[in-house]
């Protein structure tokens, strides 16, 4: 019912910049906040930057200066611009959302509930090469 898409990613050389968009579809109510992930081989998923309800952002360190997180509430749509791009930026980065939807009490019955839940995007590929 709710499904979240990026796109943006692709292969770059250091110091380069690419932009990630992320667009939140469904009967969505309320997104109270969203977020950018990226998990390197080997390596834990780590939050790179997220942004609240509020407007309140916040970065990793590594990121700090780089990086900036936006998003357009009418197209329920969060973005991430990447700029100066290094080789350790490398990783698949997954988009997450916090959010509220409309649920059918049961499938086909046209009756609808209110639900808050956390969604996960299906990734997309950064590579920043050296």
């Known amino acids: 019912q709710v499904q979240l898409v990026e796109s943006g990613g692709g292969l770059v050389q250091p110091g380069g910049s690419l932009r990630l968009s992320c667009a939140a579809s469904?009967?969505?109510?309320?997104?109270?906040?969203m977020g950018w992930y990226r998990q390197a081989p080997g390596k834990q998923r780590e939050l790179v930057a997220s942004?609240?309800?509020?407007?309140?952002?916040n970065y990793a360190d590594s990121v700090k200066g780089r990086f900036t997180i936006s998003r357009d509430n009418a197209k329920n749509t969060v973005y991430l611009q990447m700029n100066s791009l290094k080789p350790e930026d490398t990783a698949v980065y997954y988009c997450?959302?916090?959010?509220?939807?409309?649920?059918?009490?049961?499938?086909?019955?046209?009756?609808?509930?209110?639900?808050?839940?956390?969604?996960w995007g299906q990734g997309t590929q950064v590579t920043v090469s050296s």
């Open positions: 942004i609240t309800n509020g407007g309140s952002t």
């Open positions: 469904g009967r969505i109510v309320s997104i109270y906040g």
């Open positions: 997450n959302a916090d959010l509220e939807f409309l649920s059918e009490t049961y499938s086909g019955s046209g009756y609808y509930k209110r639900s808050r839940s956390t969604y």
